[in-house]
């Protein structure tokens, strides 16, 4: 496989990956509403049309569009946005594969361990756990059984659940340092399943070339942390003041609204089924992580 195309390019996850994928040599495009690389392909998900010379130029999709679920309130609105962003771009794709002559060999698409539910405490989850039945949990379902649509075309088709993802250019890890002094949320007893984001890159680009993989994995570190953990960790990294005392859930809810569930709730994730298959960590310690990002 040489030609790599990719929706969603140009946020945190699709840069790394293509950064990587670039240095070992592959062609790689990107799937835009507007052509922000100079191999680009156009595609307009609400008018549900697209390039059709994209999947006939493709050996293998990676497929990272969706609506940020943290960038703005869950107004009903905003809520559509992140369904139809992700069930409906799927989609998309799906027909353009089925229409297109030249087909790739390979779908690898970014899911979410929201698939668990927002708070599934202190269990270890595999990827044989149920989907909890809050909303993100909902739309991840939805998401994985349009993916799952894939497998119908003949393509070998790989999901991989993302964590908390650890990169120091923003995110998870830029909100919680954003105040002037770093404090847990809630009881900051809930766990982060999280993975820095060079690891992150790595195993999309070891779905790709590993043609064995097929199917759901959890695409976090092996060792998950407690949020007053990881939020102690990083401001000791970052040189910041850490208060012990958590921030009250009522009010994270007051600002956050329906969205607060997402910080106060967690999930003890497992990253067995992954290592089993072969891929190999860089960060498996959160210090080890931490002093990466922030290049102590």
Known sequence: MENILITGGS???G???????ETKGYAVAWLSRTPQKQQSFIWDINKQQ?????????DAVIHLAGAGVA?????LERKQAILHSRT????????????????????ISAS???????????????????????????????????VKNMETLGLRTVMLRIGIVLDAEGGALGEMLKPPVAAPLGSGDQWMSW???SDLARMFVFALEKTTLQGI????????ATNQQLTKEAAKAKGKPYLGIGVPGFLLRLILGEMAAMVLGGNRVSSQKIQKAGFEYEFESLPEALRDLFRI
């Open 11 to 13: 946020g945190l996850i």
């Open 50 to 58: 697209i390039d059709p010379e994209a999947m006939e130029w493709a």
């Open 71 to 75: 960038d703005k309130r869950w107004t």
């Open 217 to 224: 994995y959890n695409a976090v570190g092996p060792n998950p």
């Open 88 to 107: 409906q771009s799927t989609s998309l794709l799906h027909q353009a594969i089925e229409k297109a002559e030249k087909k790739p060999l390979t779908f």
């Open 112 to 146: 979410a361990v929201g698939f668990y539910g927002f708070n599934t405490g202190t269990k270890l989850l595999d990827e044989s756990a149920p989907a909890g039945s809050d909303f993100l949990a909902q739309v991840v379902t939805a998401w994985e059984n349009e």
């Open 15 to 21: 840069t790394k990956i293509t950064q990587l994928l």
């Open 195 to 197: 993975i820095h984001i």
